[in-house]
């Protein structure tokens, strides 16, 4: 019944850097104010999860001393109806990343990809908030390292596709089962051309990407469905 934006960039410099946000009622048409705290720190490109009664932040980055990049390896979980955070465990948590792909599973939230500032990333963990614990994703016949990448859950798989792997922008893919902990592969045939930042939604049966840059900016997409791998 609401949508909730938080922190991100205002400006043109790290102080411009926010960690604060609102909650949007669509049907009064008013603005709520987060609290404040102790919330994540001020940080951009980190991912947002609603699980049903609370919203996910983890990973991104902020400026540090002497405008040092510092990648994120933190989050905290936020309340609506109570107006209150509470940190995330750090243990087991992946390593420091922003621009990463996330999906929430219904029990879970997925983080995978991304980059750390030096390199691009193809590792991952699952996140379950009752139990505050992490458990790393399976690196076998995971897709190659990548930011950028485009996400959906599918119901049963979290589909991985695109990015940017420091050279070029991917058009290759991959399917995770949090299950079995496991990877599938993608077909290429009749994939839109390699791209990162596209937006993609999931329609019930299939997966629709669209847009993103390949190096410009594209107004071409394509639907997966992954019941025939097609």
């Known amino acids: ?99 990463h792909a996330s999906v929430w599973t219904g029990s879970r939230m997925i983080v995978w990809g991304g980059t750390n500032g030096i390199t691009r990333l193809a590792s991952g963990a699952r996140y379950h908030p009752i139990a505050d614990a992490w458990s790393p994703t399976s690196q076998i016949g995971a897709p190659s390292a990548r930011s950028v990448p485009s996400a959906a859950w599918s119901g049963s798989r979290m589909i991985v596709w695109g990015g940017y792997d420091g050279t070029a922008r991917l058009v290759s893919g991959g399917r995770y089962d949090p299950v079995s902990d496991t990877w599938a592969g993608m077909t290429l045939t009749n994939a839109p051309a390699g791209r990162s930042g596209a937006m993609t939604v999931w329609a019930g049966d299939r997966m629709f990407i669209w847009g993103g840059f390949p190096p410009g900016v594209s107004n071409t997409g394509g639907l997966y469905v992954p019941s025939g791998d097609a």
């Open 1 to 99: 019944r609401e949508m909730m934006i938080w922190g991100g960039d205002q400006g043109q410099s790290s102080a411009d850097y926010v960690s604060s946000g609102g909650r949007y009622n669509p049907a009064n048409n008013t603005w709520v104010s987060t609290s404040m705290g102790p919330g994540p720190s001020r940080r951009v490109f980190n991912t947002a999860e609603w699980t049903g009664s609370q919203m996910l932040i983890w990973g991104g980055y902020e400026y540090g001393l002497g405008n040092s990049i510092v990648f994120a390896a933190s989050g905290s979980r936020y309340d609506p109806a109570l107006d209150s955070w509470s940190p995330m465990t750090t243990d087991g948590t992946p390593t420091p990343r922003s621009a």
